[in-house]
């Protein structure tokens, strides 16, 4: 059961980052592509957890989710940076 909600989860972050990709073709708001990059990071973590048989408490999954929320946190500040200097 375990593994079947993983690899549900892994495969909506892969479904949410080809949206946001797409999104970032039609607007070239770099927003949607670190968000996207977050939400494959995210995927390629439950991935990780899947594959293994590594706890949710491993340093390496806490390195991987760490890694995707400073993704998050650089394209809000990104954002808020080009919307100052507009």
Sequence with gaps: MKLM???A???A???IALL???SWTTTRDRF???FAAAFVVEGIDRVVLGLTQTSDQSPLIYLI?????LLIVIAIIDKNRSMKGS
Excluded: E, I
């Design 32 to 34: 949607f592509l670190f």
């Design 9 to 11: 989860t892994a495969m």
């Design 20 to 22: 946001l990709a797409r």
């Design 65 to 69: 989710r760490l890694f995707s929320f």
């Design 5 to 7: 909600l993983l690899g």
């Design 13 to 15: 972050c892969f479904t």
